[in-house]
């Protein structure tokens, strides 16, 4: 499942738990934001989803202009997926297309929250790799499934829990409300299994008995969530942190990581695509930004959403702030 966390999310941990000292864009948001944004638009998502998908353009033009700090941070981030060499106007255009996609997300986790499993199955046309999923599934060890904030994911894990009884979605509790609840009704839907991280090592424990059963747990690699614990690595043109959970998780346990993502097509359907699984070397002593079980997890992260950059639905920013950036603010 796409567990993007909600924009209203504030702290997060990075390299062995201190505590990060960048706010999400999310705390940034003033009173009436969070209003408009999380109140009477998520409500309207919940009660007509489809009627909402249709004025994409008109919330993405204003989402554009009142959410100053989400537009902020896709444009820096489109900086870094762009590069250098990139133009004013180029990084717009992808910013705005992140916005985009990101109300859309919203619109089909409402969509989710009131289609059944089966429905959302079928909005998946195009598999690949599954094949390969279910051969590693065969050898009993429990799977990490490591996705990012990209697509929609909720379809796909419809698609896996043909084949899943049991699957732990790890996500983080926060200030949103509406979007929580919608999203907790997309999970009820799909019969996934919460796993609060703000729960701290009671979720960690838990996580690590259901991979000891040979069941799967599903958890985002792109970005640190409130709860978690970070690693800086190499990411597109700068230095990111990210979850060093799932590295973690398999250290411990034995299970494989298995990259899966789910991103649109041209034609609105979605691409579900697994993956070859990551073999993680339990008894690695060095820094865990030096496992290569890290390093080959950062390298699929970054080649999917170099692929689909516009696809990225992420409204904080991804890097660290630059002087220059600073300066111009």
């Known amino acids: 499942m796409n567990e993007t966390a909600s924009p209203f999310s504030e702290r997060a941990k990075v390299n062995g738990g201190t505590t990060a000292a960048r706010e999400s864009v999310g705390s940034k948001l003033s009173i ?128 896996l829990q043909n084949f899943e009884e049991n699957i732990h979605v790890l996500f983080a509790r926060d200030d949103g409300g509406g979007f929580n609840r919608l999203r907790s009704m997309a999970r009820s839907r799909l019969r996934a299994q919460e796993a609060p991280v703000n729960d701290g090592l009671s979720t960690w424990i838990r996580l690590r008995d259901a991979l000891k059963r040979n069941e799967v747990v599903v958890m985002q690699g792109d970005r640190v969530i409130p709860g978690q614990t970070g690693v800086k690595m190499p990411f597109f043109d700068g230095e990111a942190s990210l979850p060093s959970g799932p590295i973690r998780l398999a250290m411990v346990t034995g299970a494989p990581i298995i990259p899966v993502y789910s991103t649109r097509l041209p034609n609105g359907q979605l691409m579900l695509s697994v993956e070859p699984s990551i073999e993680v070397d339990p008894n690695f002593e060095g820094p865990l930004a030096k496992h290569p079980a890290m390093t080959a997890l950062s390298a699929s992260l970054q080649s999917v959403i170099g692929e689909n950059p516009g696809q990225w639905i992420v409204v904080d920013p991804i890097w660290p702030q630059t002087e220059v950036e600073r300066e111009q603010e």
Not at 64 to 69: M, R
Not at 129 to 140: H, S, V
């Open 32 to 159: 009436t934001e969070r209003v408009w944004i999380d109140g009477f638009f998520v409500e309207c998502v919940r009660r007509m989803p489809r009627f909402m998908r249709c004025l994409r353009p008109i919330i993405t033009f204003s989402l554009w202009h009142v959410a100053s700090e989400w537009r902020r941070a896709t444009l820096a981030n489109a900086a870094h997926l762009l590069g250098p060499e990139s133009t004013a106007k180029q990084r717009k255009s992808l910013a705005k297309e992140v916005l985009s996609n990101f109300y859309l997300f919203i619109c089909e986790v409402g969509e989710a929250s009131k289609l059944s499993a089966e429905a959302m199955a079928l909005r998946v046309r195009v598999l690949s790799g599954l094949d390969e999923f279910i051969q590693m599934r065969r050898q009993q060890r429990g799977a990490i499934l490591v996705t990012a904030h990209i697509g929609s994911f909720e379809c796909s894990l419809a698609i």
